[in-house]
């Protein structure tokens, strides 16, 4: 027997907003036989699924083939609002160029590998083992360039600082104390990698919240009909703010403490618990 308030869920919400490292895809690298036909059902109920993610469009648009999602997504942490099958950008906010030359400047100098991603293209100084963690596990192939030479007009969405030894976190500590002020950082794990921080470094004000709120611009609905899943701290604000907001059973206390239900973890499949409980 549903109570009032979840009748009332299941005929207002129109868009299901879902991370993916954490939340969709498991330890493992995989997506759970039971999410995906949670989801298939829920197309079928006319909810509208948007993947909203950290990851770079050249990573995240490979799931958003895997699953056969159409419409708009959010990549960069909050960075890009694209439709990857038709190119489309309907918000997108880049570095400044001086930011990110002051940025690649700072991580010489320190010896911190930074990566650059534009909306077509991820760039590297050379190859390490950040590459091969991009191109093996996230099928992502780098572009190598002399960052001196980047043209002044590239747009860069974010750069990124992957760390796993304790002088490379303390490099990207100095990096943080650097630019805190000047440039938006956010930190995220991927559960295939619990040992390495993912630090993303986007221009200032990005969020995925403020790519979710173009979003809903656009296609003309409002955050009470929006149900979003998440495990990270960065996913927080999206959480706390949409009409029912889910976290992970492996999200840390903080993230759940803002949430109106907490789920299973991503190995038990909580996206497909959830959306049953809330949309089917």
Not at 166 to 175: I, L, M, Q, S, T
Not at 201 to 221: D, F, Q
Not at 234 to 245: E, L, Q, R, Y
Request: proline share 4%; hydrophobic share 45%.
């Amino acid at each position: 027997m549903l109570s009032p308030d979840e009748k009332m869920t299941k005929n207002n919400i129109k868009l299901l907003v879902i991370d993916i490292d954490g939340t969709l895809m498991m330890r493992a690298g995989e997506i759970s036989d039971d999410d995906r036909a949670a989801l298939d059902a829920a197309r079928k109920k006319y909810v509208t699924i948007s993947l909203c993610t950290g990851r770079a469009i050249q990573a995240g648009r490979l799931v958003v083939e895997n699953l056969g999602l159409d419409g708009y997504h959010m990549f960069f942490d909050g960075g890009l609002v694209s439709n990857p099958q038709t190119g489309e950008h309907i918000y997108m906010q880049t570095i400044p160029d001086n930011l990110v030359r002051r940025a690649i400047a700072f991580a010489r100098q320190n010896n911190i590998i930074l990566d650059l991603w534009s909306a077509t293209d991820y760039f590297a100084e050379g190859e390490n083992w950040v590459t091969d963690i991009r191109r093996d596990y996230f099928k992502v192939f780098p572009k190598f360039i002399d960052f001196n030479n980047l043209p002044d007009n590239q747009e860069i969405i974010k750069a990124t600082l992957v760390v796993r030894s304790p002088e490379e976190k303390a490099g990207a500590k100095r990096f943080r104390d650097q630019f805190n002020d000047s440039l938006h950082l956010s930190s995220t794990v991927t559960p295939a990698f619990p040992e390495i921080d993912f630090i993303n470094v986007l221009a200032p004000g990005v969020s995925k919240k403020a790519a979710l709120e173009a979003l809903l611009r656009h296609i003309n609905i409002t955050l009470d009909q929006v149900m979003a899943i998440g495990d990270g701290r960065n996913d927080m604000p999206v959480i706390s703010a949409a009409g029912v907001g889910v976290a992970m059973g492996n999200a840390p206390d903080e993230v759940k403490a803002v949430a109106d239900y907490v789920t299973l973890d991503a190995d038990h499949s909580g996206v497909a618990e959830a959306i049953k409980k809330f949309l089917l």
